[in-house]
């Protein structure tokens, strides 16, 4: 067989290893088990921020309740000296009375804070618990995916195996040099090797200079399109 022949042979059998290769990542049960797995990574991160918001949530939480604790103190001491030598004069009494005010406005605040917390913590709570039944239904579903998806895997990696062997084996009598300049061309090309359809190159269409044509013709060598590097034969 002629090194060309052989060639074109060998790059059928190397295209079909190609064209399983593509079907086997396109596959509708890789891509939904995928799907499956970046749910769960989600919903494992989602959880995670809403722990970290629960332990913000309850620092605050410490931090108002003392905070309340020592106004209330102010306030029963305000109280205490307000019966135990109560104001002599109007002034005082208003004075006393602005500082009673002051407190409880900010015990007021500091309540109304709380319960937006404790709000918020419900509702992340309610989030929380949602997640984690959603996260188990689609577990299961993900676990048993990933077996039957285990299983058309390695099915289909035995045929690209056989298919890959068969394209090896086709490469014996090819010369080494034609062999590199295949892989070279097929990095950014592919099929490396196309046929000569009327004066054009046939994988990117280009009409050849007449020059070259001739050279192809005559069948001095295999040529490589000037435009986008293919080895064209004159088949
Ligand atoms: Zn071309």
């Known amino acids: 067989m002629e090194q ?7 790059q059928e ?6 064209a399983l290769e593509t079907e086997i990542r396109r596959s509708p049960n890789r891509i939904a088990l995928k799907k499956n797995r ?20 309850l620092d ?14 102010q306030l029963k001491a305000l109280q205490k000296r307000m019966s135990d030598s109560p104001p002599e004069s109007l002034e005082d009494t208003k004075a006393m009375q602005a500082d ?3 407190l409880l406005h900010d015990i007021h605040g500091y309540e109304t804070e709380m319960k937006r917390i404790q709000k918020d913590a419900a509702e992340n709570e309610r989030r929380h618990k949602e997640i984690i039944i959603r996260f188990a239904k689609v577990k299961t579903e993900y676990d ?33 040099k034609l062999m590199e300049r295949y892989q070279i061309i097929k990095k950014h090309c592919t099929p490396p090797v196309v ?12 009409s050849l200079p007449s020059v070259t044509l001739r050279n192809l013709k005559a069948g001095s060598d295999i040529i490589e399109c000037e435009s986008c590097g293919r080895m064209i034969v004159p088949v």
Do not use: P
Request: with cysteine.
């Open 4 to 10: 060309i022949e052989m060639l074109l042979d060998f």
């Open 13 to 18: 059998a190397d295209m079909e290893a190609d």
């Open 38 to 57: 970046d749910f769960l990574k989600e919903q494992q991160d989602a959880v995670k921020q809403m722990e970290e918001q629960i332990v913000t949530m």
């Open 60 to 73: 605050r939480v410490d931090v108002i309740k003392e905070a309340i604790r020592r106004q209330e103190e």
């Open 100 to 102: 009673a005010q002051s």
């Open 144 to 176: 048993q995916q990933k077996v039957d998806y285990e299983a058309e895997y390695t099915e289909q990696m035995k045929k690209l195996e056989e298919k890959r062997r068969i394209a090896q084996e086709k490469t014996k009598g090819i010369e080494a």
């Open 195 to 206: 046929k000569l359809i009327n004066g054009q190159c046939g994988g990117c269409y280009m």
